[in-house]
């Protein structure tokens, strides 16, 4: 990605620096928010200049890339060991490995796939940290490996949203992020689940990962469908949609105490009516991301079948073919997660 648009391109390999290794990619996912950083990155990116002008610089902060230069994305990734760099002692050429998606060195922390210095899975081959390689367990196909990334984000979503047994829940958007909640949510026995979506085959692909009631809103409003089915236990909303105007909806549809949780990575600047939060005593929680140890546990949770995520895969491509394929997954009827596996 350059100047926010995408091209194909020959560059050098990566060398491993201390502590590193050099992998090949076997499979990356291509993930939602990357599909909004094109069109709306422009505007997110002022606004983070804007807020981090005049404050104290963070060492810790994940270092910008500058959209004017060349950035290799793809941030869910599943990846081949195949040269250590120095100081290597955890894992050998030949391991199979996921990463969160950042790698740091003497310069800072670099997030990977969002890095003018480090590519990310949307290549042949990647740098990672030694210490940031978890071992894929022998026989998970890389293509589902390369899932932990996005179920990590769903999870993530269900811990801050606090839900526990006892309570139902509401998904507006069963994109890869809504899908992700919503397999978290069964798995974690949170029922009844109430998932909207305009798209047919979202909402099949809701119910295979678990949702107890789909709906398409224009025919019946999401919180009429969580009435028929309860209405009486605590709510839970997940608005994984990512537009504007959605967290407005997500307060109007609300009852009272109810909880939102605002998983969908919208970019552009949005409005809302406090009176409608302060009217019912909303609680709204923002998320991004996951911790270490909500990461590992969705590799756990896919490699020992807790929770299937094989109906979420409905494509793949070679590097040459993903510019393409951001455009293709602008139609949900025909892919819900397309994953890159570079060589093909």
Request: aromatic residues 4%; glycine residues 10%; negative net charge.
């Amino acid at each position: 990605m350059r100047d926010w648009q995408l091209r194909v391109d020959d560059l050098p390999d990566p060398t491993p620096g201390p502590g590193q290794v050099l992998t090949k990619v076997l499979a990356c996912g291509i993930c939602g928010s990357d599909l909004h950083m094109l069109v709306h990155g422009e505007e997110s990116r002022r606004l983070s200049d804007e807020l981090s002008d005049g404050m104290p610089a963070d060492p810790m902060a994940p270092k910008m890339f500058d959209p004017h230069q060349d950035t290799v994305m793809g941030h869910e990734f599943c990846c081949e060991v195949v040269e250590l760099g120095p100081g290597c002692e955890n894992l050998k050429v030949g391991d199979v490995v996921v990463s969160m998606p950042v790698s740091f060195d003497a310069n800072g922390v670099h997030p990977l796939g969002y890095s003018n210095v480090y590519n990310g899975g949307y290549a042949e081959l990647m740098v990672l940290n030694e210490l940031m390689g978890l071992k894929v367990p022998t026989g998970l196909p890389a293509q589902m490996a390369a899932l932990t990334e996005p179920l990590a984000v769903g999870a993530h979503a269900v811990v801050k949203s606090r839900i526990v047994s006892g309570e139902s829940a509401i998904v507006l958007g069963c994109g890869p992020v809504g899908l992700a909640c919503i397999a978290e949510l069964r798995l974690r026995g949170i029922g009844p689940i109430v998932a909207a979506d305009f798209s047919p085959k979202r909402r099949q692909l809701a119910e295979q990962l678990g949702a107890d009631v789909v709906v398409d809103p224009r025919e019946t409003p999401a919180i009429e469908a969580w009435r028929k089915v309860d209405g009486a236990h605590p709510l839970v909303i997940f608005e994984a949609v990512g537009v504007p105007g959605m967290i407005e909806q997500a307060m109007r549809m609300a009852p009272r105490d109810s909880r939102i949780l605002v998983v969908g990575a919208c970019m552009q600047e949005d409005r809302i009516h406090p009176m409608l939060g302060i009217g019912r005593e909303l609680n709204i929680q923002f998320v991004l991301a996951y911790t270490p140890d909500e990461f590992a546990g969705a590799l756990a949770d896919i490699a020992d079948g807790r929770v299937d995520l094989s109906p979420w895969l409905t494509g793949t491509v070679g590097v040459d073919g993903v510019p393409q394929a951001f455009a293709d997954l602008g139609n949900p009827e025909a892919h819900a997660k397309i994953v890159v596996v570079p060589g093909t």
